[in-house]
């Protein structure tokens, strides 16, 4: 795979630093941002999107394709395409980028906190399929990407709270000091903090993505801790998907302990860190919010899916340790059942 080259720069790159034969393609709500719009200019050819999940679909690649076929952009081999945006932009330019022409260079520019903390790295991309997250993707590195802390920081803080659930992930996995920062500073956190984080949580990514690129021997699942359900929840309810990762991780924390896998001592410590940074999180109405022939659909759709009955699920032992385990969708469906009526 592609290896990628991760910058912190404080203000946009300037134009130069890119191919001339580059193709900007940005979340249009950044348009209300000053100083990307007076960056943006200086790219000859750009493509505005609507971001969010509706990008994701078949029939906005082929209007984005429609629009970038008029546009007339060299087909040189040195064509670049550089997506400005959040997670649903980047997973959209970087399925583009990796089959357009047969593959063209991509350099990922993230513009919210979730997709610069994970989804703009690791080279994954998707569309989704009748309301199935991600069903058409490949794997194409971007061969860049730009952390700008000028354009993170003018985030409002809703985008903070849906970055969480998958900085509260990678730090569960395998950095217990990102885990204390949190803890620490739940209650009053800031950009700085998630500044402060960031390139640690990047290199825990890129190392677990280091060792399996491909998701051939199975280490990188690891990262789809709290997903099995996260993706139910945003499948059902189309929440955002940093909040539904909140929500799976819990379940995943619940089911940890309840199996014995899990101390009390941490069992307290991420329920509480998970309550915390979403103070309206409320599992088990969600969890009788979607039916079991719903919850059955959804997780046989489930790419962690290693059989016809079998998915790979995250369980988690210690604050910066989990394991993968084989479990059963009846063996799911047992444990949301006891969640709802035990907690
Ligand atoms: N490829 C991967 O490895 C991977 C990993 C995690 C998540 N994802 C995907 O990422 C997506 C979620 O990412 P997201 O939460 O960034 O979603 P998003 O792209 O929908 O952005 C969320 C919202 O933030 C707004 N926004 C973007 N930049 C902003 C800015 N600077 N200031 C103000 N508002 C801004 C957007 O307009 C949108 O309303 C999902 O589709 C998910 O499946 C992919
Ligand atoms: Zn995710």
Redesign the pocket.
């Known amino acids: 795979m592609q290896k990628t080259e991760v910058f912190y720069p404080s203000k946009l790159p300037p134009r130069n630093t890119f191919p001339q034969e580059s193709v900007l393609f940005y ?1 249009s ?2 348009n209300k ?1 000053a100083a990307f719009k007076a960056w943006s200019k200086k790219f000859e050819f750009q493509l505005a999107l609507k ?3 509706s990008l ?1 679909t078949i029939n906005s690649f082929s209007e984005v394709l429609t629009k970038l076929s008029k546009l007339a952009v060299p087909s040189t081999p040195r064509l670049t395409f550089i997506a400005v ?7 959209f330019v ?1 399925f583009l980028a990796s089959v357009y022409l047969r593959g063209r260079a991509l350099i990922q520019i ?3 906190w ?2 610069a903390f ?2 703009a ?2 080279g ?3 569309l989704n399929l009748l309301g199935q ?2 069903q058409l993707g490949t794997f194409h590195s971007p061969e860049k990407v730009y952390l700008v802390k000028e ?2 920081v ?3 803080s809703a ?1 903070m709270v ?2 969480l659930g ?1 900085v509260i992930k990678i730090a569960i996995i395998g950095q217990p000091r990102i885990f204390s920062v949190l803890e620490k500073n739940i209650f009053k956190l800031n950009a700085k903090h998630l500044i402060e984080i960031l390139p640690a949580a990047v290199q825990a990514k890129y190392k677990i993505v280091g060792l399996d690129p491909y998701e051939k021997s199975g280490v990188r699942r690891v990262l789809n801790l709290g997903h099995t359900m996260g993706h139910v929840f945003e499948s059902h309810f189309g929440w ?3 909040i539904c990762i909140l929500l799976g991780t819990l379940f995943s924390v619940r089911w940890s302990y309840h199996l014995g896998c899990l101390s009390t001592r941490d069992y307290i410590r991420i329920s509480n860190l998970i309550e915390s940074a979403y103070t309206s999180i409320n599992l088990n109405e969600d969890l009788a919010g979607v039916t079991e022939a719903q919850i059955k659909t959804a997780l046989f759709k489930d790419k962690k899916r290693t059989s016809s009955s079998q998915i790979d699920f995250i369980f988690i032992k210690k604050v910066g340790s989990v394991t993968r385990k084989k479990v059963s969708v009846d063996e799911i469906l047992a444990e949301i059942h006891r969640q709802k009526t035990e907690y």
Request: no cysteine; hydrophobic share 20%; net charge negative.
């Open positions: 979340d709500i950044l941002n971001s969010g999940e994701k945006g959040g997670g649903s932009v980047g997973d970087g993230p513009s919210t979730l997709a994970d989804s790295h690791g994954k991309n998707g997250k991600n354009l993170l003018s985030q409002p985008r849906e970055a998958e955002p998907h940093g």
